[in-house]
């Protein structure tokens, strides 16, 4: 299944109002290429000739409260279609307890009408003013308004006396000796003008990669324009000399944001340099760099993304950077109540689980199976391509090379970061002994919506356990197979325990085929839900089968109904966390299994052909981009369909090394990081005009001065033309497709963050990295063959895949690789070689097929067998006697 669109992931706004007043208005409505149209947002309908809404979600009508904020101390939610809160005994004054409203713009001399109903459960006296939003707070409007528990319409008409555009609603409710609870609904503000069309600044109309280009790969922008005919387009280097020139060609109107648009094309410019721009006549692009490395920080800090997101440690600022130190969130210490003991919603069980750990899924501070499985695959995958691709690096992967605090313990930090989230997953399977022993609980998450900003040890509100469901079980079914192959070579211990879970909970999904979440369970965290888990159990059947090479296993992939349809297993708009069969067949594809070659040439064909198809896509679209979503319908978190589309792209320019696959890889992360509509590169810190202000709790810095930005590496969502936010619906009406999106932190439908996001973009930032660099490879002089030779471990037996390389200038053929194994290593089967063992000396000869080896081409080859004990890889290999590079 493709992502939801629900419209009920509600969120929260900030509490401290003066301090944190949005700066929203000034900062946006300048002037751009392409123009918004805005409807009022709220409140009862209107009739044609009413004056215009101010307000923004008046009448909460899909369960959200932006862009609404409170005071600290009466945190409010929406109960049955009200605004409702809690407001505390005790406080001074009126304006200790406030809900209000921020960037009304208000013109001197207009009238308007403030109407609103509201109830309170015991009769108060509020004060309802709307005035400054900074010091000295001067009031337009400030009138006492009588509560009772009876809801009737309240109204207020008065005269603007000043120009603002930025004013604030605020109902302030403090002063009052006892507690009392407070709903509002139907919230107006209607007169003055019609509030500023937002209008995106989109800079510069030629859009380029803004981070920059390989110097040997493809480097392509595109230019908006009226001009129908060719321009002229020319490359400056850094001091502004010019170095290339060509000429566009024309594209027509690109049906995503209604530009009319021509490419350029540079690729045959090759020097390394900084500072780069494009001109056509009088307009120069973003600056961007030219270099082998120029994705290396990319492939670092997205990654670092996780780090950020841990919960349950204290970040430190010394690996983190100091603004993003923070203490550990969700240990049961005061205020928070979770996450080592929770226990679960009412009437789903009686125990309690320790889930502490993980990764905070985005915004919020849920955390989630589903979700959470994909997104560890993701960075599982971005490793284990390092164990069988030609030229990934593994070494920018490994220990003491990534931004996570277990340097030095000899296992890759990849993968101490996926432990992180491995660890939680199993935490989350429901105990031996108990009902539904061995699936997973679907998501632990608070009770309520917390408000924006919320530092994670600050967060009192209630951690509950969700009831299990199937897609979770099958998420750690899949995610703990393939933690159990990976973590062999480091940690037996752990690698058993995750093959037990992942086991476990395989046996426990066959027994409890169709448990769902309810879509509706979306208070305190998102839903998730996902009714079709088909493509859930083609995923861990496939992780399991690589992982322990069990025909029943083997069985349930082939039986599967999506087996052999490249269209089901690879959605045309891209994989997901609710469509993860992609997963499966991927690592079907690339890691060595024991599938005959016949079915292995059938999953490596849905590869291709879903490759195929996004790369057609890559070509046609007049921006590169290797997604094009039915309908032009960019769902919330497009940007990792994009990414996840590049993900396949990659895989595919692996198994078959054509450059089709690898330029449109490429190019969708050109569409990342600038090359697009809004001229945005949707990386923070990536690029001069990156989104910053992605929806966080914690880096809310557009919120609270001193709160940071998200930090460097940070994936926003993308352009989402559901409109899913009251920002999104006050702001981007009448936005063309891939033009919706708001670089505003209470935009949560287009620009939030999540682990699921920032993943493929770790996976892609790492392949083009290695495409770049070429994996780490010194560059340093080869012999005529190169071996990498891969081998998974279990006790008492293993899997191995070796790919020799030709790095001759000459044919080889036929070929016959020679070895010894250190130990008692014995083969049991083998596949696309023939290989014979005398004791410990092993030789593997071609297939009539496979015999002839082109320069620079590669043959594979796999096996497995029994051994006893630890092992460790042969390092010295004879290609027809003479010795090869290898590759460890
Ligand atoms: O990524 C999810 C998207 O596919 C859904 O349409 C959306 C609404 O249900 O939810 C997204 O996931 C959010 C999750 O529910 C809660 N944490 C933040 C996630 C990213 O916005």
Redesign the pocket.
Known sequence: M????????PTRSPGQVRRFRSRLLGTLAVAGLVGAALVAPAGAAAAADDPPEQIVNGDFSDGSTAPWWWTENNPATVVDGRLCADIPEGTANPWDAIIGQSDLPLIAGESYTLSYTATASVPVTITTNVQMAVDPYTTELSEHDQLTDTAVPISHTFTAKADNDAAQLAFQVGGSSHAFTLCLDDISLRGGAEPPVYTPDTGSPVRVNQVGYLPAGPKDGTFVTDATDPQTWTLNDAAGTAVATGTTEPGGTDPTSGQNVQTFDFSSYTTAGDGYTVTIGDQTSEPFTIAADVYAALRTDSLAYYYDQRSGIAIDGSIAGAAYARPAGHLNVAPNTGDNDVPCQPGVCDYTLDAAGGWY????Q?K?VV?GGISVAELMNAYERTLTAQGAGGAALGDGRLKVPEHGNGVPDILDEARWELNFLMEMQVPDGQPLAGMAHHKL?DEAWTGLPQAPDKDSQPRLLHPPSTAATLNLAAAGAQCARLFRPYDTAFADRCLTASQKAWTAAEAHPAVYAD?ND?TG?????DSNVTDEFYWAAAELFITTGDDTYRQAVLASPLHGHSDAVFPHDGF???STAALGALDLATVPNKLTGDQLATVRAMVTDAADGYAQESQDTLYGLPYAPSGDHY???SN?QVLNNAVVLGVAGDLTGEAKYRDAVVHALDYILGRNPLNQSYVTGFGERNSHNQ?SRIWAHQLNADLPNPPAGTLA?GP?N?L?DPTAQSKLTGCAPAMCYIDDIES??TN???I??NAPLAWVASYVDDLGSNGGDDGGSKGACQVTYTSYRWSGGFTTQVTLKNTGTAAVSPWELAWSFADNQKITDRWQAEITQSGQNVSAKPAAWNASVAPGASVMFGFNGTSTGQVGNPTTFTMNGAACETVT
């Open positions: 493709i992502p939801h669109s629900h419209r009920s992931y899924d985005a915004g919020d849920g989630y979700n998450h879509p979306a965290g998102g839903a998730y839900s997901s966390w609710g769902v919330w978190g990792s929806h969502g989402d559901q899913e949560y439908s939030e963050s999540a699921n996001w």
